[in-house]
């Protein structure tokens, strides 16, 4: 049998291991809310990253944007200076 003498250290260890335990909870729950307008920034900077690099057209429609931005790189290193004239007038019409 277990005598009261040995359950009560137990107790007061296991008690402050506990107190110990919710302490650390509440020390990194407010490093965490202090710095919660910063982190929300970071995320919503990543987000915004994140879809700039993607196309804005559904598939069938992107195959356009791909090949009008091909275009207008041969026009800019100057390939096919009759067809970039034209292409400019395109581009400005639209």
């Known amino acids: 049998m277990i005598a009261a003498d040995d359950v009560l250290p137990c107790m007061q260890v296991l008690i402050t291991a506990l107190a110990s335990l919710v302490a650390r909870f509440i020390k990194t729950f407010d490093m965490v809310y202090e710095n919660v307008d910063s982190n929300f920034k970071v995320a919503f900077a990543r987000v915004v990253v994140e879809a700039r690099k993607k196309e804005l057209l559904p598939p069938p429609l992107n195959l356009i944007s ?15 200076s009759d067809f970039c004239r034209c292409f400019q007038c395109v581009l400005i019409a639209l």
């Open 66 to 80: 791909a090949i009008i931005s091909v275009l207008y790189d041969l026009c800019e290193r100057g390939f096919a």
